[in-house]
């Protein structure tokens, strides 16, 4: 979350009146995060969420994502619901941006999530992928492999200037992963959240409470969407050298391999792919956040977030050949 456009009390009071949501006592921005622009909204009838959407988010994909969330809560799972207008609408327009109110859901997002929490991030993350099961909906996965190298495409040097000799290694990636062609091995395929980080889950205590912010959620293989979990639940944050400090968490990386299989048990060929799968997760969050790390305009409240924590994290997936690895 994050808020590149401020909104107007003018504004949002003539927005408000399109809802039935009593008016405003509270409205502040959300500094965490590097999509949208998001603020924590209470009204006299409730607490919610406003997002304006922003930068990647295309506005012919937004009916998607909202139909993911209407669906995952028509079926009982925690997820913020998108709250509709006086008209029946929920997708609407606010400083002329697409906008959207989602209902606000209870817990907070662990800081460093423990074996425990893993092990129920798990569990949420299979149970997400069952109650999508006959969501009837697909939307292409926007950031896989074939979005690359037109991310990679003349940042090589800025790749240097945060460690030398970064960019020939992440070239080499690219060219790995794109011989292993993931799109294409015969895996098990679905709705995918492709963004379950720890900022965007929800415990209470040790208990998983919820999954937010499914605007990256897209039809892919299962199995990515555990393998984008082990890159950003099972490492241990460490210096800001490419692996200096950063380690993978062996036992953060078993609870949530067994979390998620005591809901769906992984088949042979998710457990086959699973390296080349976190190799490739790990791939695609360095070169988002490259971008946004070079990119990101003055004056945003916001936070880019080191693109090197995830050269580290492909370090690590070089070397693994096995589930065994992750401690699947």
């Known amino acids: 979350m994050a808020v590149y456009t401020h909104v107007s009390d003018e504004a949002l009071a003539a927005f408000l009146a399109e809802y039935d949501l009593g008016r405003a006592l509270s409205f502040k921005g959300i500094a965490e995060g590097v999509e949208n622009s998001n603020y924590f909204l209470e009204t006299s009838k409730g607490r919610f969420i406003l997002t304006l959407f922003e930068k990647r988010v295309k506005a012919e994909d937004l009916p998607y994502f909202i139909g993911v969330k209407q669906h995952l809560a028509a079926k009982g799972y925690p997820c913020p619901e998108p709250i509709m207008g006086k008209d029946g609408k929920a997708l609407r327009t606010l400083e002329g941006r697409d906008a959207v109110i989602i209902s606000f859901l209870e817990g907070l997002s662990p800081r460093r999530p423990n074996v425990v929490q893993c092990r129920g991030l798990g569990e949420g993350l299979a149970r997400m992928h069952l109650a999508l099961a ?53 895996l098990p395929r679905g709705t995918i959240h492709a963004d379950l980080f720890p900022d965007n889950a929800f415990f209470l205590g040790d208990d998983f409470s919820g999954a937010i912010d499914f605007y990256f959620a897209c039809t892919d293989a299962l199995a990515y969407d555990l393998a984008v979990c082990l890159n950003a639940w099972a490492f241990e944050d460490g210096a800001a050298g490419e692996a200096a400090g950063l380690q993978f968490n062996f036992s953060k990386g078993a609870a949530l391999i067994a979390g998620y299989e005591s809901v769906r048990p992984l088949e042979d060929a998710e457990r086959e ?49 096995s589930a065994a690895g992750y401690g699947g």
């Not at 190298?149 to 020939?168: I, K």
């Not at 790990?282 to 090197?308: I, M, Q, S």
């Open 134 to 186: 006959d969501f009837g909906i697909t939307r292409p996965n926007a950031l896989g492999p074939a979005s690359w190298p037109r991310l990679w495409e003349g940042r090589a040097a800025s790749a240097d200037t945060l460690l030398h000799g970064l960019a020939g290694r992440i070239e080499t990636d690219i060219a790995a992963i794109a011989k292993a062609d993931p799109d294409n091995l015969p």
């Open 273 to 321: 792919a699973l390296p080349i799968l976190a190799r490739g997760a790990a791939l695609r969050f360095f070169l988002t956040r490259l971008v946004d790390w070079t990119d990101t305009p003055e004056g945003a409240l916001v936070r880019p977030k080191n693109p090197l924590e995830y050269a580290g994290r492909l370090s690590f997936h070089r070397k693994v050949t």
